[in-house]
């Protein structure tokens, strides 16, 4: 059987070829009556518009890349592909994952490659920051560049962060105002060849110690352990390894504090009891253990990319382009006031 087209289609609903072809590949375009009459009458024909049809026409791959430093399987980066599709999948894009970008190697071969294959409308970065030279290569692509959470973001046409130096400022003074006066930071090293965002709270932390330093006593100390799968055994260790054990804890993050909050109590300190602990993410289990921490929404944070990026792909501009979110304080059960 002789399989049917475009012009079978207008026929069947009764409508002009153009309008067949808009209600495809820019449905914006036609009224959603006609937009319903020409799907129905595809769908009688067994008429479908090929992706390589729909880019000839309107000039769009319906492609969009995410870079990421780490694996999508990370709350984080999940959540941000999440809130990147819900919002891209309705206008027909695949979303090509970019993971481990991460080493010299890697980022060379993609920052080279996809500017010569153009084969993406569109390139989201998420949580680390590219370099000035890889921007640059990447702007002969000729499509917007959007950052989620990365370093010095002005260099991308849009993008939407969180604060995390001013988030951990936040979580910091939080402990100090409890009145404790032993805190310890733990938290992963940062990577030599990466320039993550998360990095910059331990400086929220160190700023809001050196300032409160300046008024009461206050003993406070930044424990850095190894990058790794073994980061919350490492942070244990180094906690139970301090001459005397802190009365606060600010954890890097909510997958470090939590595990942290329940081998703690397999050695007989209790959170809130014998010490209190703040995470940051407000990521999944935080509210199930208790965890105080301070809370980000990275679901959100890739819609407001996507809709970001879908205003810049139709021609329009952003008049903010460049937005920052403060995270929020979440109280729990994980901190108390300390009366030592």
């Given amino acids: 059987m002789q399989q049917a087209g475009i012009r079978d289609v207008a026929r069947e609903a009764g409508v002009s070829i153009s309008n067949v072809s808009r209600a495809f590949t820019k449905p914006e375009l036609v009224s959603q009556k006609t937009r319903d009459k020409v799907m129905a009458a595809a769908d009688r024909l067994d008429f479908n518009i090929s992706r390589s049809a729909m880019a000839l026409k309107s000039g769009q791959t319906y492609r969009a890349a995410l870079l990421m430093s780490e694996s999508v399987t990370s709350w984080f980066n ?28 890697t980022r060379d071969k993609f920052f080279s490659d996809l500017p010569v294959l153009r084969n993406v409308d569109v390139v989201f970065v998420a949580s680390f920051a590219i370099e000035p030279e890889e921007v640059e290569q ?16 002005r260099m991308l046409d849009a993008s939407i962060s969180i604060d995390d130096e001013g988030g951990m400022y936040k979580a910091t003074q939080h402990m100090i105002h409890l009145g404790h006066k032993h805190i310890v930071y733990t938290c992963s090293a940062a990577d030599e060849t990466l320039d993550a965002s998360i ?33 919350a055994d490492n942070a244990l260790t180094a906690v139970l390894q301090e001459e005397h054990f802190p009365d606060a804890i600010c954890c890097q993050m909510d997958m470090m504090a939590i595990p942290l909050m329940l081998k703690l109590y397999r050695h007989g300190y209790s959170a809130s009891r014998d010490y209190s602990i703040i995470g940051f993410d407000d990521s999944p289990y935080a509210d199930t253990v208790g965890l105080t921490t301070m809370h980000q929404d990275p679901y959100a944070m890739g819609r407001h990319a996507a809709l970001s990026a879908k205003q810049l792909l139709h021609g329009g501009s952003l008049d903010e382009p460049h937005t920052v979110i403060e995270p929020k304080l979440v109280l729990r059960l994980s901190d108390s006031r300390y009366e030592g």
Avoid at 84 to 90: S, T
């Fill in 78 to 105: 999940a959540e941000v592909f999440a809130g990147i599709n819900d919002v891209l999948h309705e206008d027909g894009y695949d979303i090509s994952l970019f993971q481990h970008i991460n080493d010299a190697p």
């Fill in 138 to 153: 990447l702007r002969r692509t000729k499509v917007p560049i959007i950052g989620i959470n990365v370093p010095n973001p």
């Fill in 199 to 231: 990095d910059s709270r331990a400086q929220g932390f160190i700023r809001a110690c050196e300032n409160a330093s300046q008024t009461r006593d206050l003993d406070w100390k930044v424990l850095t352990v190894p990058r790794g799968r073994d980061f």
